[in-house]
T-cell receptor, first 113, second 112 residues
Framework: GAGVSQSPSNKVTEKGKDVELRCDPISGHTALYWYRQSLGQGLEFLIYFQGNSAPDKSGLPSDRFSAERTGGSVSTLTIQRTQQEDSAVYLC???????????FGPGTRLTVL | GQQLNQSPQSMFIQEGEDVSMNCTSSSIFNTWLWYKQDPGEGPVLLIALYKAGELTSNGRLTAQFGITRKDSFLNISASIPSDVGIYFCAGRNAGNNRKLIWGLGTSLAVNP
């Protein structure tokens, strides 16, 4: 399809393990965003990419969180040494440019046991 | 970070009733957006507003960009069961046009 896709849809991991979450944006969208949504909460901004660079990383909660984007397309969000408080739905969105409408993927539900 | 004040937090209504929810900000916004999130899905844009006073409809949904540029409301008329979900407001302020600021959502339940 032509929408934003994310994988995996669900991830269960043990505390202390590393996880990688993937986002495939809409083709041609230069801006890409990662958000975190805890149960019953709003969207918490994590990081924004324009092309392959990340001008705004202000939302990353700790240095255990990192993200990269390659080829101006796919992005990976990595969480090292996962903690139980990292359990949440991680949403990715892309937009044609930074001021255009953001289109969201279905999210990855992360559960840290 | 900054968040919008969105209310009500939740609503439980009968099918056929009208619904109203709103968002307020402490700063001036130049864009207001309303999204809906179904369970297990990402948010989907319903209505975008770009000018103070703008009133825009999308089917049974109507949203307005407040004159003060610090608020917006969303109305849903004649609600139906598929309106169930979480509605989020989001906006951009003049200071940082690239970053969306989000409300905490209004959870809507419709009793058929």
């Amino acid at each position: 399809g032509a929408g934003v896709s994310q994988s995996p849809s669900n991830k269960v991991t043990e505390k202390g393990k590393d996880v990688e979450l993937r986002c495939d944006p809409i083709s041609g969208h230069t801006a890409l965003y990662w958000y975190r949504q805890s149960l019953g909460q709003g969207l918490e901004f994590l990081i924004y990419f324009q092309g392959n660079s990340a001008p705004d990383k202000s939302g990353l909660p700790s240095d255990r969180f990192s993200a990269e984007r390659t080829g101006g397309s796919v992005s990976t969000l990595t969480i090292q040494r996962t903690q139980q408080e990292d359990s949440a739905v991680y949403l990715c969105a892309s937009s044609l440019s930074a001021t255009d409408t953001q289109y969201f993927g279905p999210g990855t539900r992360l559960t840290v046991l | 970070g900054q968040q919008l004040n969105q209310s009500p937090q939740s609503m439980f209504i009968q099918e056929g009733e009208d619904v109203s929810m709103n968002c307020t900000s402490s700063s001036i916004f130049n864009t207001w957006l309303w999204y809906k999130q179904d369970p297990g899905e990402g948010p989907v844009l319903l209505i975008a507003l770009y000018k103070a006073g703008e009133l825009t409809s999308n089917g049974r949904l109507t949203a307005q960009f407040g004159i003060t540029r610090k608020d917006s409301f969303l109305n849903i008329s004649a609600s139906i069961p598929s309106d169930v979900g979480i509605y989020f407001c989001a906006g951009r302020n003049a200071g940082n046009n690239r970053k969306l600021i989000w409300g905490l959502g209004t959870s809507l339940a419709v009793n058929p």
